[in-house]
């Protein structure tokens, strides 16, 4: 009895649930009839309106975003962040990073990285202190005093001091070491009275002594006990460089079995102790290749960071987006050297003659790059320049006039001959692009003028 009074309790509890749910759904129909559906008859009364705030939203969305763009740019700048790898690329042949012997563009490159000199070149090619504060010379021109800077370490964390710039032009001096800079310090005395002081007295007056004070300074303490014979091969030139640069050695890394497809990686690491500004760089690589086409290939493979030593950018460069070209004005000058002490070229008239038959001009139109005519033994801004002292332009009918007078005739193949011997010499140049073409040219003006040349390209190692 009780069990069927609860099951009938239930019932109507669920009879009336059902029935408050049912009258739930019917408002909610009605509500949404009559608040929605009937509503969308009545858009089209005030679509003037709901368009007006609709373009009137977009409007502000639009103009928020253009803001954010707009003042993103304004605000930010881009610019270089410390950290990274820079690899550049350099064509030639790595051999030795002593700035003793170091001549080659991939020699120098990492020998000027490694190691610093007294005096170097700033951004805009003058000399400025490097290891040396500054420098003084006495009124005759022949006594330059040097003081180097405070507080100067080599990259083993030695001291650096004059003993070690004496110890450097000693070397250079020595013939034994046969170091291609020794000509340049013949006959310069070279003392160091204290720590931080060295002078250097000259025989005579030189104006462009300065510009020799750039090169590296090299440890005593490291190749001190190194006879001069062995200054050119020890390894501390290709494997183990102790310098003061901005940047130190980590490793080399040499492939290829042959020397037309060998390839070197250097790695350096910037020097913490480095006396002038830090480079922020996390590492940098020098990768030398031995043919220019392995460098574009690199460089187009996105292997290199930048190319160096390429006189035009090459046309296999142009589908590289964001490709930046930078030309230098560079404080050098490519020149032709007479020897004047024996040959036809002892004859001051001859020489004469030649420089008169060289059209450096067309040459110069011939290259792939833009430069400067030099007309005389020193650039326009170095000490010493004179622009009163130039050579003579070109003049062919008077080049060969003067050989005429001189009694240098044209014989039967075109070539001068003056007492039985012909006008004939040898130049000799290194064997690139660049100076076969340049060497090609000269032998045709003076092919004209009646003097016979013979061209001997040699490697630029060599």
């Known amino acids: 009895m009780h069990m069927r009074r609860i099951k009938l309790r239930f019932r109507r509890q669920l009879r009336k649930s059902q029935k408050q749910v049912e009258d739930i759904g019917t408002q909610a129909e009605q509500n949404i009839e009559q608040h929605l559906f009937k509503r969308f008859g009545r858009l089209s009364e005030v679509r003037r309106f709901v368009t007006g705030w609709t373009l009137l939203l977009v409007l502000l969305i ?119 800079l020794q000509g340049s310090w013949r006959d310069i005395d070279v003392t160091a009275p204290d720590a931080q002081t060295v002078v250097f007295t000259l025989a005579s007056p030189l104006a462009p002594f300065a510009y020799n004070l750039t090169n590296g300074i090299v440890p005593e303490h490291v190749l001190g006990d190194v006879p001069p014979s062995d200054l050119r091969s020890t390894d501390f030139n290709t494997v183990r460089p102790v310098g003061s640069g901005p940047f130190t050695w980590e490793a080399i890394e040499v492939t ?75 404080k050098a000058a490519n020149m032709v050297f007479f020897k004047t002490t024996s040959g036809v070229l002892a004859d001051q008239k001859v020489r004469k003659a030649l420089v008169q038959a060289a059209d450096v001009s ?14 005389a033994p020193f650039l326009v801004g170095q000490l010493g320049y004179d622009p009163t002292l130039t050579q003579p332009g070109f003049d062919l009918k008077t080049a060969k006039a003067g050989l005429d007078v001189a009694g240098w005739l044209p014989g039967k193949d075109g ?48």
Do not use: C
């Not at 690139?432 to 003006?445: A, F, H, I, R, S």
């Open 62 to 180: 639009s103009g928020l975003l253009a803001q954010n763009v707009l003042l993103s740019s304004y605000y930010q700048t881009v610019r270089a962040v410390p950290g990274g790898i820079y690899t550049e690329g350099v064509l030639g042949t790595f051999t030795n990073a002593s700035p003793l012997y170091a001549t080659s563009n991939a020699d120098a490159s990492v020998s000027r990285l490694l190691f610093a000199g007294l005096l170097r070149y700033n951004d805009q090619g003058k000399l400025v202190g490097d290891l040396a504060s500054g420098y003084t010379v006495d009124e005759k021109g022949i006594t330059y005093t040097v003081h180097l800077k405070p507080g100067l370490k080599w990259h083993d964390g030695q001291p650096l001091t004059s003993a070690d710039v004496l110890f450097t032009y000693k070397a250079i001096q020595n013939p034994d070491a046969q170091s291609p």
């Open 256 to 330: 290829g079995d042959k020397r037309e497809t060998a390839q070197e990686q250097i790695a350096l690491l910037p020097f913490k102790d480095y006396h002038g500004d830090v480079p922020k760089l996390q590492e940098m690589i020098i990768h030398v290749y031995a043919s220019r086409d392995q460098l574009i290939s690199a460089f187009k493979d996105k292997q290199l960071t930048a190319a160096v030593g390429l006189t035009s950018v090459p046309k296999e460069f142009n589908s590289i987006g964001q490709l930046q070209e930078h030309s230098l004005t560079l």
């Open 362 to 375: 067309h040459i110069i139109k011939s290259l792939d790059y833009s430069a400067r005519a030099v007309r």
């Open 415 to 462: 070539v001068r001959f003056k007492d039985g011997k012909p006008l004939t010499f040898v130049l000799s140049a290194a064997d690139t692009p660049e100076y076969k073409m340049v060497t090609g040219k000269l032998k045709q003006q003076w092919q004209a003028l009646g003097a016979k040349l013979d061209v001997q390209l040699q490697n630029p190692t060599d």
